[in-house]
């Protein structure tokens, strides 16, 4: 069992700053077993960025209803996530389908109202993560789900994209709409491990039971950027690997051109 302020040691050992902006992916099954289960993990990750700093989480819905930030729960997103957006003095965005919570200084700033799409660009929470300085904290979980990977792809401006109905509501009438984002697998995004490894830009350790990866999120940028411009596809499986979601990823190039 180990206790939050274990956590925290552990969280600064491997480099969270204090006062700064930390962006969490995390897996509480691959953390526990926590003193305190997962509210536990949430007390140690706002002690490690201390009162001057700003915790962000992902809390993304499937958009298949009309979506309030009070009320509506996170799909895919894990225990941690979901009751990190309930608690007191937590802000959520109210992008219909790509919310972020935040808690900090600078949670209001970060969560302030966004376009539809692209749901992860730079006028996001998590392209605002990205212009404040902010650090990426993969905790238990990789690459693949790292949300900083689609802002990249959103400033290489690559030349996929998908689009998912979503419910919204304007002047009280719902309606669905269709946000077109740079969905496929995810898969790929792994590649950015070595990538960043190779060039001393990734710090990992343990952090409860589970492996770690600390990253600033202006060098995952820089360097997905830097692959995607010599590669504009290099996120998407080869279409000998029978992926569905590249697969739909690739075929959004050729409606793009349309018939030959």
């Not at 925290?8 to 077993?33: D, W, Y």
Request: net charge negative; charged share 20%; proline share 8%.
């Amino acid at each position: 069992m180990t206790t939050p302020a274990r956590l925290v040691e552990q969280l600064r050992a491997l480099g969270v700053r204090q006062g700064g902006v930390l962006l969490v992916h995390t897996s509480f099954k691959a953390v526990r077993p926590v003193e305190g289960g997962p509210l536990g993990l949430i007390a140690a990750l706002r002690a490690a960025v201390g009162p001057r700093g700003t915790l962000v989480m992902p809390t993304m819905t499937d958009g298949e209803t009309v979506f309030d930030p009070r009320s509506t729960p996170t799909v895919s997103m894990g225990i941690t996530a979901e009751l990190f957006w309930r608690q007191p003095g937590v802000v959520r965005s109210t992008h219909p389908g790509g919310s972020f919570a935040a808690e900090g200084p600078l949670a209001e700033e970060l969560c302030r109202p966004q376009p539809l799409s692209p749901p992860h660009g730079l006028d996001s929470p998590v392209g605002r993560v990205y212009e404040r300085d902010g650090q990426v904290l993969l905790l238990g979980v990789t690459h693949s789900e790292d949300t900083t990977l689609h802002l990249a792809e959103s400033i290489a401006r690559v030349p996929y994209s998908v689009s998912h109905p979503c419910v919204v509501k304007a002047d009280g009438v719902a309606s669905t709409v269709m946000i077109a984002e740079t969905d496929h697998c995810c898969t790929r995004f792994n590649l950015a491990d070595d990538w960043l490894r190779a060039r001393g830009l990734q710090r990992m350790g343990p952090v409860g039971s589970a492996t770690a990866r600390l990253c600033n999120a202006r060098d995952v940028v820089a360097i997905a950027v830097e692959h995607l411009a010599a590669d504009p596809l290099v996120f998407l499986c080869p279409p000998s690997a029978g992926c569905e979601e590249c697969d739909l990823a690739r075929a959004s190039l050729q409606a793009e051109r349309g018939p030959e």
